[in-house]
């Protein structure tokens, strides 16, 4: 494939012009110029001299993409790499510094002109900041291994973004401005398609064998978000938190000399398994309580969406097991329903729906019954099997006909020690057919290898559950140590506090940042239409409740150093306190869902007021009947209704088709 410029020179020709120039390559080269006034992107000629009165600003590792906002679009450059590690010859680095710049000249990233603006570059820097974007200059990171090698032919002559996998090509709608003016010259040296996702690598020595062990998670960019945000599928089979794993063996020659930089590989093995949503309309509804209401709606185009997307996965990865670990009884309990349901309705030829009762058949931390699931899924996972090259013997290469997906209630903690074991269940396989182990022999029986392997899904765990839920994976300890711990159950208890807090108080921020960069969302040139974005329409008496909680706490807290000259006076005044901080902590939990922090982008008010046929766990958080007036609140919370209203009459985009 066509490369692309490793190391760019940023230029800034005065208010007329950004020019990158490519180092530490060939003469040749054809430097790229963006025009700031008419945000054109231009290839200019070989050996095009700059501007008099150009100025370096710096060194960039790759260009991001551009983003329009409310009063100027916005180069993204990547300023920082890390190295995350060699595979198969190629450097993979993770994008660790960004620059951001503006292409209109009275624009500042310092000061911005308008509050509107001020709050859509903190979004957009918020999700470059907390990302963890990947990339590599040689080694398309957006396909797996099978699918690089059917195309390697048809592929060669063309550049990595036009044969990138569109659902992992995270940058693809900042990128919009460079692919179409590919049309008219070939920017296939600047376009640099970037992954959402992990990657780690380890070396491995087996009875003298080098070994790389490696795992990649690819995260789709449709229906991206946060967890209670993005739930269930969207009405194009899109599901959310969509991750493809996938796990990478290289066995070196037999007679190598176990040279570690040695990159010629006997053995080439990919085994690869997915993950997303429960395939249908639902969602929990955040009520500040600890548990949220579960919301199931049965619109009339559910099978549609359900069928297109379990369709859109035979068609890219073969027949499907449906991997189910959602509880049988309880919370959970209507989720599975609904997703039986569908299934036995569509019954597609090349699904298999498959339900384990994780929690029953695992308590009392026996972990060790999921081999029960492998067991009960042997069938399935010979016939699917793995991508196996083998550099002696083309006829002994082989193909994945199939893909297990699996998928709990947020397809992290339960789905991730079941990946694992799966992919382990795979790796004693692949070595076993390299001729590195034994028949009788597997992964547990080599310490190192065994620790790495543990090590590399604990990572891939704890990665995919903050990017969609905030804090680690639960569970963890399993994943690392093959053992449940007392300990593990308290750092459980830990993080399950922390996705609390971020998932009710601090994920609204961060849906809108997920919809900004995708391009699910796009601003106006018109920031006095966007003010909802940084005002609170919510009426006074809901405001000023927290503030009510906190001044009371302060008093009590402060109560405490008073002097005691009359123990009724104390009685009375903590009495005074904590029946205020009490009224306002019941006033919060009563009209709870006025205290979430909500999307503003999109908001989700047909998803928190949903009220066609379906099912509704509760309606917590939506305030007491009969209290309205008195309180000059509306039940449907009329401030977050009217915000959606005033958007729409003002024609305010909502959803933007991205680049296909």
Not at 580 to 596: E, P, S
Request: charged fraction near 20%; proline fraction near 4%.
């Amino acid at each position: 494939m066509k490369p692309i410029h490793q190391r760019l020179t940023l230029y800034t020709v005065g208010e007329e012009a950004y020019v990158f120039v490519p180092t530490s390559e060939l003469v040749a080269a054809q430097s790229l110029t963006v025009h700031r006034a008419t945000a054109e992107v231009v290839l200019n000629s070989p050996q095009t001299p700059l501007p008099q009165h150009a100025r370096p600003s710096g060194t960039a590792y790759g260009i991001l993409g551009m983003i329009s906002l409310a009063m100027s679009e916005y180069l993204v450059i990547i300023t920082g790499r890390e190295l995350k590690g060699r595979l198969a010859g190629h450097d993979i680095f993770r994008a660790s510094d960004f620059d951001i710049l503006p292409l209109n000249p009275n624009v500042t990233l310092s000061s911005p002109p308008h509050p509107v603006e001020a709050h859509l570059l903190a979004l957009l820097r918020s999700h470059l900041q907390g990302g963890h974007f990947l990339f590599s200059y040689g080694w398309d990171m957006t396909r797996r291994l099978q699918a690089q090698w059917e195309t390697q032919h048809a592929d060669s002559s063309k550049g990595f973004w036009e044969v990138a996998d569109d659902r992992f090509f995270w940058n693809k709608f900042l990128q919009t401005k460079f692919i179409e003016s590919s049309g008219k010259q070939n920017l296939s040296n600047y376009i640099l398609p970037v992954i959402y996702g992990t990657f780690d690598v380890r070396s491995v020595f087996i009875h003298g064998r080098h070994m790389q062990l490696a795992l990649i998670s690819r995260r789709s960019r449709y229906r991206a978000g946060t967890r209670y945000f993005r739930r269930g599928i969207d009405h194009e089979g899109h599901v959310a938190n969509f991750n493809e794993s996938e796990q990478l063996l290289f066995v070196e020659h037999q007679n190598t000399t176990g040279a570690v930089g040695n990159d010629d590989f006997a053995h080439r093995f990919s085994f690869v398994q997915i993950r997303g949503s429960v395939p249908f309309f639902w969602a929990e509804v955040n009520t500040v309580r600890y548990k949220p209401d579960l919301q199931i709606m049965d619109l009339p185009d559910a099978p549609d969406a359900t069928k297109l997307h379990l369709l859109e996965q035979v068609s890219t990865y073969g027949p499907q097991t449906l991997v189910n670990l959602v509880n049988h009884k309880g919370y959970e309990k209507p989720v599975k329903d609904g997703y039986e349901r569908l299934i036995a309705e569509l019954s597609l030829p090349d699904v298999r729906y498959q339900y384990f009762d994780f929690h029953t058949e695992c308590k009392n931390m026996r972990w060790d019954r999921i081999s029960l699931l492998v067991d009960k899924l042997q069938d399935d996972l010979r016939k699917q099997g793995y991508f196996h090259i083998d550099s002696s013997d083309s006829q002994s290469n082989r193909l994945q006909r199939g893909t297990v997906r699996t998928n709990c209630m947020d397809n992290l903690d339960r789905t991730n020690v079941v990946q694992a074991t799966f992919a382990k269940h795979a790796l004693n396989q692949q070595l076993q057919e390299a001729g590195v182990i034994t028949k009788e022999q597997g992964v547990d029986d080599f310490e190192l290898l065994s620790k790495d392997f543990r090590e590399l899904w604990a990572d891939h765990a704890d990665a995919i559950a903050k990017a969609y839920a905030g804090s680690g994976a639960l569970k963890s300890d399993f994943t690392r140590t093959n053992k449940r711990t007392r300990k593990g159950l308290l750092e459980d208890g830990v993080k399950g506090a922390l996705r609390y807090l971020k998932n009710n108080f601090l994920d609204g921020a961060r849906q809108d940042a997920f919809d900004l960069f995708t391009g699910v969302w796009v601003p106006r040139r018109n920031p006095s239409t966007m003010n909802f974005l940084v005002t609170d329409p919510r009426p006074l008496v809901i405001r000023s409740a927290p503030a009510v909680a906190s001044f009371s706490l302060f008093m009590i807290c402060a109560g405490l150093t008073l002097p005691r000259s009359s123990d009724y006076s104390l009685v009375y005044y903590f009495f005074l306190w904590i029946m205020l901080l009490l009224a306002a902590t019941i006033f919060m939990v009563t009209y709870g869902i006025d205290y979430v922090s909500w999307p503003r982008l999109i908001p989700l008010t047909s998803t928190i007021y949903y009220d066609g046929p379906g099912y509704r766990s509760a309606k917590h958080g939506m305030g007491l009947k009969g209290m309205d007036v008195k309180l000059g609140l509306d039940q449907s919370a009329k401030w977050l209704s009217d915000k959606r209203k005033v958007a729409i009459e003002e024609n305010i985009p909502m959803v933007n088709k991205r680049v296909d």
